[in-house]
């Protein structure tokens, strides 16, 4: 499962490395073990940032910061990685295991369309970061909010299905109360990713 690039942080160019590369890598683990540790941690800040979840009362869907770990979880560790963080999350919460917003799990509730696009969406930011896209604050704007219509894109669809809506009103319930928390995430990546990226260059000249 070794996801690292095989020239190493000290020789590859920065722009096509992600932050988990920058890792130095423990002498006693093997790559694949580093591999290993870093999908479930990033699974480990899914599940965590998930718990911070609010329900409203006009809507069967919380508002909660799994997104933000999602997006975070992708840009940092890449799309291998971030993927298999990911989709470790979607399993073990389908399996029963309390990891979804507010200790939540299994597959048939409102909101569970968003967490499976929680997958394509932290590929999607791994593969954009690894690009250089969480290099600087207007790119990585950019990687949330691609990352965000991936995340809507799963998610309504499931909603209009769970709920037998129209595309309508699975938008005022499932989009619009959370265009504010989606700009916050985005200042919150924007501001995050390119200051860390500032730090490594800066601890390398």
């Given at each position: 499962?070794?996801?690292a ?8 160019p920065?722009?096509r ?8 890598r ?19 800040v ?10 409203l ?18 840009a940092a ?12 999350y979607v ?7 309390p990891?979804y917003?507010?200790g939540?799990?299994?597959?048939a ?6 967490i ?11 593969y954009?970061?690894?690009?250089g896209?969480?290099?600087t604050p ?12 991936v995340?809507y ?23 619009a109360p ?11 990546v ?13 601890a390398?000249?």
């Amino acid at each position: 499962m070794s996801t690292a690039l095989p020239l190493g942080p000290g020789r590859a160019p920065l722009d096509r490395l992600v932050l988990a590369d920058l890792l130095p890598r423990p002498v006693a683990l093997s790559q694949t073990a580093v591999d290993t540790l870093l999908v479930l941690s990033g699974t480990l800040v899914v599940t965590v940032l998930a718990q911070v979840a609010v329900p409203l009362p006009f809507t069967p869907v919380p508002i909660s910061l799994a997104t933000l770990g999602v997006l975070l979880t992708g840009a940092a560790l890449g799309t291998a990685r971030g993927s298999l963080s990911i989709a470790l999350y979607v399993l073990v919460g389908m399996l029963g295991a309390p990891v979804y917003g507010d200790g939540g799990s299994g597959w048939a509730f409102a909101s569970f369309g968003y967490i499976l696009a929680y997958l394509p969406a932290a590929a999607l930011a791994g593969y954009l970061a690894r690009r250089g896209q969480d290099k600087t604050p207007l790119r990585s704007v950019g990687l949330v909010l691609l990352a965000s219509v991936v995340v809507y894109a799963g998610g309504v669809p499931w909603l209009m299905a769970f709920l037998d809506v129209d595309l309508a009103t699975a938008l005022r319930l499932g989009v619009a109360p959370f265009l504010v928390g989606d700009t916050v995430k985005a200042l919150l990546v924007a501001a995050a990713l390119p200051t860390t990226w500032a730090l490594v260059r800066r601890a390398r000249r």
